[in-house]
Each structure stands twice: as structure tokens, then as C-alpha cells.
């Protein structure tokens, strides 16, 4: 839902309407919040009915954060992030607040970044619709005079 086919480089580099609309910071991500609370907005779609207003706040504010969480641009730190409990051998715990974010950005990040753990079948038709995308977006840059934002490796023809 408003996926763009671009990456976050690519709405900046050429000042796309998102660029404008989200100057600072993850493009698509706050455009994908904003599409989610758009939708939730509607009372049939709206799974926080129950919820007092306050509450409400609070759990929107906590959803921005991990939709923001998803920009590849953050992926380091988070991985870094666990990787260093791991290393320290302190596990995370559902009883403390930030131990349940990083879960709740993990979770997330899983199912945005899913593909290679499916299927082949189905992981390679991904791969198929990224790489025409990344093709697309090369193609597009190009046409426009901007610089590359996809590596090589990532827009190589099929079987490359």
C-alpha cells in the first residue's frame, strides 16, 4: 500500500512530492505511518478502538517508531544493538520498555526484510520483483540525471 518502487535516495536525490512532503529523515517509512494511520482512521480498520485516548497516542507514537525502525539506514545499529546483548549474554526481556521496542522493531524488521527466509520459490520471485525495481529505478536516474543509488550487484541482470 503507496509503495513507490524507489528507495528513500531516490525520493531525495530527485525532490519527488514524498521528498517534499517528508524533508527530513525516512521518506517511505513516514509515508508508510502516515498511510497506516490514515487507514486506521476508518472505525472498521481501526484496531485501537478500545483504547482510551491517551493510550492511543502512546501506542501510535510507539508504531511510528518501529515503521520508522524498517529505513535500511537504521538496520546496522539495530542488528548492532542485539548483537551486543548476545555478545554479553544478556538476554532481552519483555519486562523492561526498551527491551520490548527493540523486539517489537525486530518483529518488524522480519517481516519487511522476509523474503530470503521463504520458500525459493517464492523468495525468488521477490528477488525478481526487487531487482525490476532497482532496474527501474537505475533506469529512471539515469533518465534524469541523477546520481546511482543502486550498487552494481543489486541491478546485475538475472544469473549474474
Same mark, same amino acid.
Given at each position: 500500500?503507496?509503495?513507490?518502487?524507489?528507495?528513500?535516495?531516490?525520493?531525495?536525490?530527485?525532490?519527488?512530492?514524498?521528498?517534499?512532503?517528508?524533508?527530513?529523515?525516512?521518506?517511505?517509512?513516514?509515508?508508510?505511518?502516515?498511510?497506516?494511520?490514515?487507514?486506521?482512521?476508518?472505525?472498521?480498520?481501526?484496531?485501537?478502538?478500545?483504547?482510551?485516548?491517551?493510550?492511543?497516542?502512546?501506542?501510535?507514537? %510507539?508504531?511510528? @517508531?518501529?515503521?520508522?525502525?524498517?529505513? &535500511? $539506514?537504521?538496520?546496522? #545499529?539495530?542488528? =548492532?544493538?542485539?548483537?551486543?546483548?548476545?555478545?554479553?549474554?544478556?538476554?532481552?526481556? %519483555?519486562?523492561? @520498555?526498551?527491551?520490548?521496542?527493540?523486539? &517489537? $522493531?525486530?518483529?518488524? #524488521?522480519?517481516? =519487511?526484510?522476509?523474503?530470503?527466509?521463504?520458500?525459493?520459490?517464492?523468495?525468488?520471485?521477490?528477488?525478481?520483483?526487487?531487482?525490476?525495481?532497482?532496474?527501474?529505478?537505475?533506469?529512471?536516474?539515469?533518465?534524469?540525471?541523477?546520481?546511482?543509488?543502486?550498487?552494481?550487484?543489486?541491478?546485475?541482470?538475472?544469473?549474474?
Amino acid at each position: 500500500l503507496g509503495h513507490t518502487g524507489t528507495t528513500n535516495a531516490f525520493h531525495k536525490n530527485s525532490r519527488s512530492e514524498l521528498a517534499a512532503q517528508y524533508p527530513v529523515g525516512s521518506i517511505l517509512e513516514q509515508h508508510h505511518f502516515a498511510t497506516f494511520s490514515s487507514v486506521i482512521k476508518d472505525m472498521s480498520n481501526n484496531i485501537f478502538f478500545s483504547l482510551k485516548e491517551g493510550e492511543v497516542a502512546e501506542v501510535m507514537a %510507539l508504531m511510528e @517508531e518501529i515503521i520508522l525502525a524498517t529505513d &535500511m $539506514m537504521h538496520h546496522g #545499529k539495530l542488528v =548492532d544493538s542485539v548483537r551486543t546483548r548476545l555478545d554479553l549474554g544478556t538476554p532481552l526481556t %519483555l519486562s523492561d @520498555e526498551n527491551d520490548r521496542k527493540m523486539v &517489537m $522493531m525486530l518483529l518488524m #524488521k522480519g517481516s =519487511d526484510i522476509s523474503n530470503v527466509v521463504r520458500p525459493y520459490h517464492t523468495a525468488s520471485q521477490w528477488t525478481d520483483v526487487l531487482r525490476n525495481e532497482f532496474l527501474a529505478q537505475l533506469a529512471q536516474e539515469n533518465a534524469l540525471g541523477l546520481p546511482q543509488t543502486i550498487p552494481p550487484a543489486a541491478s546485475a541482470p538475472k544469473g549474474m
